[in-house]
């Protein structure tokens, strides 16, 4: 039993023999009160203080912790170990393949007529998607026939200039100047042929209607047009989207953000992992085909493309995900990312020495992961680094270090 338990009987006791005694039950009131207020004081008496607890100190460049501190609980250390190479991680975003994908955008102003084609539907080199009623392409059209009826009448021109040449009732300036004309009408309407011909309509015929056609096979992956709907040129153009995207989703490009020190591990040929978040469990496998030659000034990237299989149509254009490739390592060690601190430019880390002893080194590092860290110079193979709580580790080292140089009488 305590000892403020056994008070508090005391009390109870005394209390009920004082005021069972009919002759002292006023003098008891008084009692009464003194010994509460003894039994007050008794019971708020402090603790005896527990010793401090013996504090950290800085012995060189070392910092010692006393056998039992309760910190040392929280230091956590992990062996450095030497390794061949390293996994980077880089992130990757999945996109057409631009060598089989074409965005059609209006070469004329129009109405749309009719659609053809709707997205997720395979179509052919040639295939109408569209058909826009355009004024300004049958301006175009009517040019064509006015440069091919021009070129008709210079030929005849030119064949009775011949013969009246021949006959000796004109002279040769004059059978030149015609020829020129018939030479200068037939470029006009190679001119114009050729520009209608460019969007699918036949020379002679003149019917004001644009077709939008796919050049290359595939699927058509988006389509922002809609019946009826208004379309100009000027629509087109970075920020606008396209008509139509007609790509061969079989075959996609992985674009990587990779860093300087990252770029002789990228070269063309190499083959690289992708994981993505929404296949948790699978791997895929992509072939570098092209490296930048120029840092990004914003981002101070460089921009690596990668080709992926996609026969299966499991992979959409615009995901996200992680690029994986192994880097041959030529010396250092791994350790956790959490085992450096950056201090202004350089980097620390903190060592084991031996139980309860920790030592802060400067270190060089040949690669910076999100996870893992490459130590080149300032830690060995085996030491035990410190992985938990290392901004504590480094605040205690800070007060052990001005603690030492206290005045004996500050201390």
Do not use: C
Request: net charge neutral; hydrophobic share 45%.
């Amino acid at each position: 039993m305590s000892i403020r338990q056994n008070l508090q009987d005391n009390m109870r006791a005394t209390a009920r023999n004082l005021l069972n005694t009919p002759t002292k039950r006023y003098t008891a009131i008084g009692g009464l009160a003194a010994l509460v207020w003894v039994a007050y004081a008794l019971l708020n008496q402090e603790a005896p203080a527990k010793p401090p607890i013996p504090e950290p100190i800085v012995q060189g460049q070392q910092l010692r912790f006393p056998a039992g501190h309760p910190q040392l609980a929280l230091l956590g250390t992990v062996e450095a170990k030497t390794a061949e190479s390293i996994t980077i991680e880089l992130p990757a975003r999945l996109v057409w393949n631009e060598e089989r994908t074409q965005r059609i955008y209006p070469a004329f102003a129009g109405r749309v007529l009719s659609l053809n084609a709707d997205i997720g539907q395979s179509v052919n080199a040639g295939q109408v998607l569209a058909t826009l009623a355009s004024p300004e392409f049958g301006a175009a059209q009517a040019d064509t026939a006015k440069a091919m009826a021009d070129a008709q009448v210079a030929d005849r021109a030119l064949a009775r200039h011949q013969t009246l040449f021949e006959a000796d009732v004109i002279s040769r300036k004059e059978l030149d100047a015609t020829e020129a004309d018939a030479l200068r009408a037939k470029a006009e309407l190679a001119r114009a042929q050729a520009r209608t011909r460019m969007y699918g309509s036949a020379a002679s015929n003149v019917n004001q209607q644009l077709g939008l056609a796919a050049t290359v096979k595939g699927v058509v992956v988006e389509r922002n047009l809609s019946a009826g709907q208004e379309v100009r040129p000027d629509q087109g153009g970075p920020g606008n989207p396209a008509l139509f995207v007609v790509s061969d989703p079989s075959v996609l490009w992985v674009q990587i953000d990779a860093r300087e020190a990252d770029i002789a591990s990228l070269q063309p040929g190499t083959t690289i992992a992708l994981a993505l978040p929404n296949y948790p469990d699978q791997s895929f496998e992509a072939k570098i085909a092209a490296t930048g030659d120029f840092i990004d000034s914003g981002t101070r990237a460089i921009k690596v493309r990668a080709v992926i299989d996609n026969a299966k149509r499991m992979l959409k254009a615009e995901m996200l995900g992680t690029a994986r490739i192994q880097r041959k390592l030529a010396a250092g060690v791994l350790v956790p990312a959490s085992a450096v601190q950056l201090r202004g430019v350089e980097h620390w880390a903190y060592v084991q020495t031996e139980a309860g002893v920790y030592e802060p080194r400067r270190v060089k590092l040949g690669y910076e992961g999100i996870k893992e860290v490459l130590i080149v110079e300032g830690v060995q193979a085996g030491e035990l680094v410190v992985k938990d709580n290392g901004l504590l580790l480094a605040r205690e080292f800070r007060i052990a270090q001005e603690n030492a140089h206290k005045p004996a009488d500050a201390k």
